[in-house]
Nanobody
Framework: QVQLVESGGGLVEPGGSLRLSCVVSGLTVSNYAMTWVRQAPQKEGLEWIADIDRFGRITSYGDSAKGRFTISRDNAKNTMYLQMDRLKPEDTAVYYC???????????????????RGQGTQVTVST
């Protein structure tokens, strides 16, 4: 059974940092590209945050993440990360990790059909 389990969310003040983790089990993680997406409260639909290729060599970021967030992965630990710095109240959302079979192209990305998605972790940015 495939599982993606996110952790690391919480309450943080504006300007602060959080590091999200996504632990994967039940599949060969090095075969899959991975993505972070989020859903903000009272908004319909997901927002694409960042992609990382299956080797961790190629990344691509959405406009809201560029310059503030860093996606990474450690296949030996079956784990993907999202380092979030200089957080803003508009970053408040449930963050999901996903995995999918495909190619990541630097500078290009967006929502797609994902093979697997976790249950999410809540991030709240507030004073």
């Amino acid at each position: 059974q495939v599982q993606l389990v996110e952790s690391g969310g919480g309450l943080v003040e504006p300007g602060g940092s959080l590091r999200l983790s996504c632990v994967v089990s039940g599949l060969t993680v090095s075969n899959y590209a991975m993505t972070w997406v989020r859903q903000a409260p009272q908004k319909e639909g997901l927002e694409w945050i960042a992609d990382i290729d299956r080797f961790g060599r190629i990344t691509s970021y959405g406009d809201s993440a560029k310059g503030r967030f860093t996606i990474s992965r450690d296949n030996a630990k079956n784990t993907m990360y999202l380092q979030m710095d200089r957080l803003k109240p508009e970053d408040t959302a449930v963050y999901y990790c996903t995995s999918w079979l495909g190619v990541v192209v630097s500078g290009r990305g967006g929502l797609r059909d994902y093979d697997y998605r976790g249950q999410g972790t809540q991030v709240t940015v507030s004073t």
